[in-house]
Nanobody, 118 residues
Framework: QVLLVESGGGLVQPGGSLRLTCRAP???????????MGWYRQAAGKQRELVAS???????KYADSVSGRFTITRDNSQKKVYLQMNSLRPGDTAIYYC?????????WGQGTQVTVSS
């Protein structure tokens, strides 16, 4: 299990931007590098869904709904993963969770609320 701590959520107007950060403070770098890192979100009354993921080799995957608007990156030396969210829409409102996955074992952060509203 990997301890994950998210930050950067908040309230933003439609069309605005936010950057989420996830860090793994108690994981050594080599272990962090071996994990695929991802951002998931769960809106009220809906199932949790994958937003974006990035492997240790920086292969990225995006949900169709965010492709072209969101960018996932990772800094292995800092043991951090970021989600840059641009052109935010009310439909992006959700709790965003950081995920670390390796060999079928998942670790989750506590979540950070993102609300897009005027």
């Amino acid at each position: 299990q990997v301890l994950l701590v998210e930050s950067g959520g908040g309230l933003v107007q439609p069309g605005g931007s936010l950057r989420l950060t996830c860090r793994a403070p108690r994981t050594i770098t080599s272990v962090f590098n071996g994990h695929t890192m991802g951002w998931y979100r769960q809106a009220a009354g809906k199932q949790r869904e994958l937003v974006a993921s990035i492997t240790g080799g920086r292969i990225k995957k995006y949900a169709d709904s965010v492709s072209g608007r969101f960018t996932i990156t990772r800094d292995n030396s800092q043991k951090k993963v970021y989600l840059q969210m641009n052109s935010l829409r009310p439909g992006d409102t959700a709790i965003y969770y950081c995920n670390a996955s390796q060999n079928g074992v998942d670790s989750w952060g506590q979540g950070t609320q993102v609300t897009v509203s005027s």
